[in-house]
């Protein structure tokens, strides 16, 4: 299967969007998708269905705070969904709205200068319309570029994510079916890895496995991106596992690859107890992480990984409202 019908509807799904007002977004969103249309968003949107109701919930807000959106595409791939022994097709997409932030967003204030607002989205296609997605941003990274840090300083970088090292993400032609098969294959056994990490003599044996030594971890706001596999493990790998406990692996929606370029998302993906200090969160607490993974494959290893975590969803559920917060700041700076 080529996947070029489900690749020109989304493409054509972008197009709509890109023209866009607030007042005509819920018109541009209903062009495409089913009236039942199943939209999972990242805290405060959670799940919507329908047209309208995904516009009022994130579009019209979003078109309303910023001006002159581009959509700047890193990655772009399609596949059938491993979970549901390959019955559906979905198309992956993942880069950066860029735009000017003009307006009040979610209480942030706007800085009137350009912004990249990270995102990745899982459309499931059929009869000739979208009728599922997932839509993940990183709003703590825009926070940060609008000058709000509400998290203890995190253990990687901060920066504004690149595309992939080999600038070929964007897969707009049919791939060989056999390379997508070798790059699910491969996730697949990260997985594994990751969930028998036990059974290995330490984590550089692990991701020996299944990595490259120069790997590019692309984690979000509040974690950081972090380069080669020592690094990875010092500021993601070991604070993630030493701080956090009762991890529970509540499996993917959807997992495909086309390729060179795979990923999976879920809802949740895990849940897990703090043990203290992780992102600052106190200890005893418990809750899910909806994530979303990206990869790019080097030969037989994975090379680059892009990662999306519904943050605020996971710190509220702990007890730390990052939003509120956000709001009480702003009402105290207005006083």
Known sequence: M???????????HHAALATATPETVATALAAHTHADWHWRGMHPWHEQHGAPAVAQAFWQPFLQAFTRVQRREDIFFAGRNQIDGFASAWVVSMGHLMGLFDAPFLG??????????????????TNGQIAETAFFCDLLHLMRQAGYTPLPEQTGAHLIQPGPATHDGRLLSPQPA???????DLIGRMIGGINHHHLFRGPEEELAETWVDDMLWW????????????????????????????RRFNGHVARLAEGHYGGFFGWPNLTLTSLGGFMGLPPGTTGDMRVIDIYRREGDKLAENWIFIDMLHFLKMQGVDILAQLSEDSLCAQA
């Open 2 to 12: 080529t996947f070029q019908i489900e690749k020109t509807l989304i493409r054509a």
């Open 108 to 125: 942030l204030r706007p800085t009137r200068r350009l912004v990249m607002l990270r995102y990745a989205e899982f459309h499931r296609v």
């Open 178 to 184: 056999d390379e997508g098969n070798h790059t699910l």
């Open 219 to 246: 984690g979000p706001e509040g974690i950081g991106a972090t380069y080669t596999v020592p690094r990875y493990i010092e500021q993601h790998q070991r604070p993630f596992r030493t701080k956090l406990t009762d």
